[in-house]
């Protein structure tokens, strides 16, 4: 009984380490894989480095009163807060913030460098699309876009209800 316990401990030894021989060549381990994702991240385009470009002539899609309207949203971990100017129905995005997202967040960055704002001002409205890493926050921004909106629609549909009296 000796004998076989011995054989199988040897055995099993052997292709313990035979096995952890082929590991390292295998697709998808050791530091070759490390080495490859720092090489593509190197070739790849930044996301943060692509400029919006915003047709000049685009207007916003309904009736919108002129002024400054403030709306706000839900983000990660907090309200985020639009400032939009309205002109002649072209919204220009005068201030956007955020109240707790921290810089962990990947929509700390965006409200921080004015990418969100340029995103509204190129959508002219609340159509903008997310951010990788900023999926709640975006849609906080699209909030509080659409609430600075409203208002502005709501201020139109008074002036135009004033004008018929």
């Known amino acids: ?6 054989a199988a401990v040897c055995g099993a030894a052997v292709l313990a380490a035979g096995m952890t021989g082929c590991g390292a060549g295998f697709e998808g381990s050791g530091s070759k894989d490390a080495a490859s994702a720092e090489q593509l991240a190197m070739r790849l385009d930044d996301p943060w480095a692509q400029e919006v470009q915003a047709d000049q002539g685009a207007k916003a899609e309904g009736e919108l009163a002129d002024g400054v309207y403030t709306g706000t949203g839900k983000g990660m971990e907090g309200l985020v807060t639009v400032k939009l100017l309205v002109q002649d129905n072209r919204i220009s995005c005068l201030e956007t913030a955020q109240e707790g ?9 965006a409200i921080r460098d004015g990418r969100f704002a340029a995103m509204i001002e190129a959508a002219q409205g609340a159509g903008i699309d ?25 201020a139109a549909a008074k002036q135009e209800q004033g004008g018929f009296r």
């Not at 921004?141 to 909106?149: I, K, S, T, Y």
């Open 1 to 6: 009984m000796m004998k076989r316990t011995a």
């Open 101 to 109: 997202e921290s810089q962990s967040r990947g929509g700390y960055e």
């Open 130 to 154: 997310a951010i990788s890493g900023a999926t709640i926050t975006t849609a906080g921004v699209r909030q509080a876009v659409e609430d600075a909106l409203s208002q502005a629609e709501a």
